[in-house]
């Protein structure tokens, strides 16, 4: 696991309340994100995912679509997070067949104040609820695991990658 940063969390003022950082002085830089997320299920389940036959559709589709609504809507959903024009949102998807799961991985870029680690996660995140939603009807028992940003960069923090 990496180091915890040893500064004071920035969204909790002196007297301990909650708010939303102001970027008002911060240079417009180009950033990126990429996070990832596992489902694991059934190998029928995986099997009827990639053949394209489940009865509500084009899962893999469906599932892109929503991690990339979902990133676009990320401050909606995340109370404290700034609203961002962003410049793209890519969700893709590799399958495991040997472990019998799905691979999620959503980048975001954005020119701006901010970062876009919490929409890249937001992305990976909904995209792999969507595939739950898509397929509970045959298999109840899938599980989203790993959820993890896998690297950052642009901003005053520079470039940040998780260890492998």
Known sequence: MAPMNENKLTHID????????DVGGKDVTEREATASAIISMQ???????LSGDSKKGDVLGVARIAGIQAAKKCSDLIPLCHPLALNSAEVTFDSDEENSRVLVQATCKV??????????????S????????????VDRG?????VALEEKSGGKSGTWSRSR
Do not use: F, H, N
Not at 14 to 21: C, K, T
């Open 14 to 21: 002196e007297q301990g309340r909650a708010r939303m950082v």
């Open 43 to 49: 190998p029928e389940t995986l099997a009827l995912i």
């Open 111 to 124: 020119s701006g104040k901010t970062g876009v680690e919490m929409e890249a996660l937001t992305a990976a």
């Open 126 to 137: 909904i995209a792999a609820l969507t595939i739950y939603d898509m397929c509970k009807a």
């Open 142 to 146: 899938m599980v989203i695991s790993e």
